[in-house]
């Protein structure tokens, strides 16, 4: 975990590109921070220790100043999608052996997303919007989860749910679970209070407990449902603000069988999205109008999701959802900071476009640091950041693979969660191995992680 950083140039001092700043420094990554915001600058230099270059990142002059022609990757995420993909094409012309990850947010991009990266030659495009949307979507279909990450191509989920104070598994340990219920799922997180613990199987679990655990969607389901929980999907749903993440959220909804109401108060906005989805009903109102929301159905409706600009406004929007009616909430947030006054709120779901988009950029790069050897695949901050859910592909022979589990010599705190052997998902034992391509997932406390050999003493 020594290995020398990579040098970053990162466009747009934005809530994301300033996270992406501080993270990639503080795993050691040398990262120059472009914007035209002086002000925006002077803040990020107060959090972290990069190098900071007042301009356009489409410029010329700029770049060279920079060290483009020396940098190993190169990050756009300014407000603009087209000033992003201008600065990717740019960056490329100086260094065509520089990576480059542009965030592009407009769905009249969605379906030229391959062809822009092909003639652009644009190594990641990133669409928050859609990404989020796509998380409300999971949680949709499976209401009693608080959140869900995916891996192995779908086969694995990392499921996060509440513990009800009535609840069979209140003062059992997760031993218990395992010899009573399923030994086909790993316990990788427990939430409570501001305690966050990385459980053995003598840990008890308590009500009020939020834990999280790692199975196939089939165990998955038959956990919940062994254990009490409603597995089924929700029938409609009600969306609060028309932008684009509720676009994209009501197009996956529709395509599964879902009745869907949008509630938008700019009129254009209604005639668009009226046209662009045909067998939504579109309201025109204000979402924050109790009786308007009356009217609409939100005592009845089966699932309730606030997806307008403001913070303040999707919180509130959420706590009024809970106090009429027992829909299941999703609220989104754009701010990546007080979360933990957002927390003690019990919002139910909550999304942060944001952080998705920075795990994301993240996650590309470890894998791009990596040796040849294992590469990261997907990376999730879990338990409000304490932890990283990681998933590996092993591409060489190395330290871990050929040999028991029980026989490597891990660091605390690092679970080994699943094992994807040719398609199929392992719960490891200590008897398992690892091979050369495998997909492999880790749940750590320690970060920085870019390769699998990193959870070996």
């Given at each position: 975990?020594?290995?020398?950083?990579?040098?970053?140039?990162?466009?747009?001092?934005?809530?994301?590109?300033?996270?992406?700043?501080?993270?990639?420094?503080?795993?050691?990554?040398?990262?120059?921070?472009?914007?035209?915001?002086?002000?925006?600058?002077?803040?990020?230099?107060?959090?972290?220790?990069?190098?900071?270059?007042?301009?356009?990142?489409?410029?010329?002059?700029?770049?060279?100043?920079?060290?483009?022609?020396?940098?190993?990757?190169?990050?756009?995420?300014?407000?603009?999608?087209?000033?992003?993909?201008?600065?990717?094409?740019?960056?490329?012309?100086?260094?065509?052996?520089?990576?480059?990850?542009?965030?592009?947010?407009?769905?009249?991009?969605?379906?030229?997303?391959?062809?822009?990266?092909?003639r652009l030659a644009i190594d990641m495009i990133i669409?928050?919007?859609?990404?989020?949307a796509a998380c409300a979507a999971r949680l949709l279909f499976l209401p009693a989860a608080i959140s869900i990450n995916t891996f192995a191509h779908g086969s694995a989920e990392l499921v996060r749910i509440r513990l009800p104070e009535d609840n069979m598994l209140d003062g059992k340990d997760i031993a218990y679970i395992g010899k009573n219920i399923t030994n086909n799922m790993v316990f990788v997180g427990v939430e409570r209070g501001e305690e966050v613990f990385i459980p053995n199987g003598s840990f008890v679990l308590k009500g009020g407990d939020v834990i999280s655990f790692v199975s196939s969607?089939?165990?998955?389901?038959?956990?919940?449902?062994?254990?009490?929980?409603?597995?089924?999907?929700?029938?409609?749903?009600?969306?609060?603000?028309?932008?684009?993440?509720?676009f994209y959220l009501a197009d996956q909804l529709i395509k599964s069988g879902i009745s869907v109401k949008i509630i938008e108060k700019d009129p254009k906005r209604c005639e668009y999205l009226s046209t662009m989805l045909p067998k939504a009903t579109i309201l025109n109102g204000d979402g924050i109008d109790s009786n308007f929301l009356e009217e609409a159905g939100i005592e009845d409706t089966d699932?309730?999701?606030?997806?307008?600009?403001?913070?303040?406004?999707?919180?509130?929007?959420?706590?009024?959802?809970?106090?009429?009616?027992?829909?299941?909430?999703?609220?989104?947030?754009?701010?990546?900071?007080?979360?933990?006054?957002?927390?003690?709120?019990?919002?139910?779901?909550?999304?942060?476009?944001?952080?998705?988009?920075?795990?994301t950029i993240i996650s590309y790069v470890r894998a791009r640091q990596a040796s040849i050897g294992s590469n990261v695949e997907v990376m999730y901050l879990l338990l409000d950041g304490n932890a990283e859910a990681i998933e590996f592909k092993v591409k060489e022979e190395s330290s871990v693979t050929g040999v028991p589990l029980k026989d490597l010599n891990i660091k605390n705190n690092v679970i080994i969660s699943f094992i994807s052997h040719n398609g199929k998902l392992i719960i490891p034992t200590g008897n398992d191995v690892i091979s050369v391509g495998d997909n492999v997932m880790i749940v750590t406390t320690q970060k920085g992680f870019t390769e699998l050999q990193d959870i070996m003493r």
């Amino acid at each position: 975990m020594n290995r020398s950083g990579l040098t970053i140039i990162i466009v747009g001092a934005g809530k994301v590109g300033c996270t992406l700043a501080v993270r990639l420094t503080d795993e050691g990554h040398n990262i120059i921070m472009i914007d035209k915001s002086e002000d925006r600058l002077n803040d990020l230099q107060k959090n972290t220790d990069c190098m900071i270059l007042h301009g356009s990142g489409s410029s010329h002059e700029t770049l060279e100043e920079a060290g483009i022609a020396d940098t190993d990757l190169f990050i756009a995420v300014t407000d603009s999608d087209e000033l992003n993909l201008l600065c990717c094409t740019i960056a490329k012309q100086f260094n065509s052996n520089i990576a480059t990850i542009a965030r592009v947010r407009d769905p009249d991009y969605g379906n030229e997303i391959p062809y822009l990266r092909s003639r652009l030659a644009i190594d990641m495009i990133i669409n928050p919007e859609f990404e989020a949307a796509a998380c409300a979507a999971r949680l949709l279909f499976l209401p009693a989860a608080i959140s869900i990450n995916t891996f192995a191509h779908g086969s694995a989920e990392l499921v996060r749910i509440r513990l009800p104070e009535d609840n069979m598994l209140d003062g059992k340990d997760i031993a218990y679970i395992g010899k009573n219920i399923t030994n086909n799922m790993v316990f990788v997180g427990v939430e409570r209070g501001e305690e966050v613990f990385i459980p053995n199987g003598s840990f008890v679990l308590k009500g009020g407990d939020v834990i999280s655990f790692v199975s196939s969607r089939k165990v998955c389901l038959g956990f919940l449902k062994a254990i009490g929980y409603n597995t089924k999907s929700v029938r409609d749903t009600l969306i609060i603000g028309g932008g684009k993440s509720a676009f994209y959220l009501a197009d996956q909804l529709i395509k599964s069988g879902i009745s869907v109401k949008i509630i938008e108060k700019d009129p254009k906005r209604c005639e668009y999205l009226s046209t662009m989805l045909p067998k939504a009903t579109i309201l025109n109102g204000d979402g924050i109008d109790s009786n308007f929301l009356e009217e609409a159905g939100i005592e009845d409706t089966d699932s309730f999701v606030a997806l307008t600009g403001i913070d303040e406004e999707n919180i509130m929007l959420t706590l009024h959802a809970r106090n009429v009616s027992n829909a299941k909430v999703v609220t989104k947030i754009n701010r990546i900071t007080f979360t933990q006054v957002i927390n003690s709120l019990n919002l139910g779901s909550v999304i942060y476009p944001k952080y998705i988009t920075a795990e994301t950029i993240i996650s590309y790069v470890r894998a791009r640091q990596a040796s040849i050897g294992s590469n990261v695949e997907v990376m999730y901050l879990l338990l409000d950041g304490n932890a990283e859910a990681i998933e590996f592909k092993v591409k060489e022979e190395s330290s871990v693979t050929g040999v028991p589990l029980k026989d490597l010599n891990i660091k605390n705190n690092v679970i080994i969660s699943f094992i994807s052997h040719n398609g199929k998902l392992i719960i490891p034992t200590g008897n398992d191995v690892i091979s050369v391509g495998d997909n492999v997932m880790i749940v750590t406390t320690q970060k920085g992680f870019t390769e699998l050999q990193d959870i070996m003493r």
